[in-house]
Nanobody, 121 residues
Framework: QVQLVESGGGLVQAGDSLRLSCAAS??????MGWFRQAPGKEREFVAA????????YYSDSVEGRFTISRDNAKNTLYLQMNSLKPEDTAIYYC????????????????WGQGTQVTVSS
């Protein structure tokens, strides 16, 4: 069973950039996704990428600012976050999806422990 470990979070100012990483314990060629959860809010979809990396999906709130990518040789998923806003503040999680709706949380398994991203105004 794959284990995922997120890293790269931190405290930044509005307009700054961060790159999150998600290291997998074994090679996976399935869809992987990033989600986030802000204090007092439900976890929400951020972005996903297919196993080959040929297709990507984004929420409306991050489209054009965030870029998801993966390096299957390194078993690592990335999320490049540019033009960060205070409303991007949340814990960011990665997970794998073996089937189902790409945008839906129930489709995902093997959640990491999360990495905190805080964006100050």
């Amino acid at each position: 069973q794959v284990q995922l470990v997120e890293s790269g979070g931190g405290l930044v100012q509005a307009g700054d950039s961060l790159r999150l990483s998600c290291a997998a314990s074994i090679r996976t060629f399935v869809t992987m996704g990033w989600f986030r959860q802000a204090p007092g809010k439900e976890r929400e979809f951020v972005a996903a990428i297919t196993g080959s990396g040929s297709s990507t999906y984004y929420s409306d709130s991050v489209e054009g600012r965030f870029t998801i990518s993966r390096d299957n040789a390194k078993n690592t998923l990335y999320l490049q976050m540019n033009s960060l806003k205070p409303e991007d503040t949340a814990i960011y999680y990665c997970a794998v999806s073996y089937s189902g709706n790409t945008y839906a949380i129930p489709s995902y398994r093997n959640w990491g422990q999360g990495t905190q991203v805080t964006v100050s105004s």
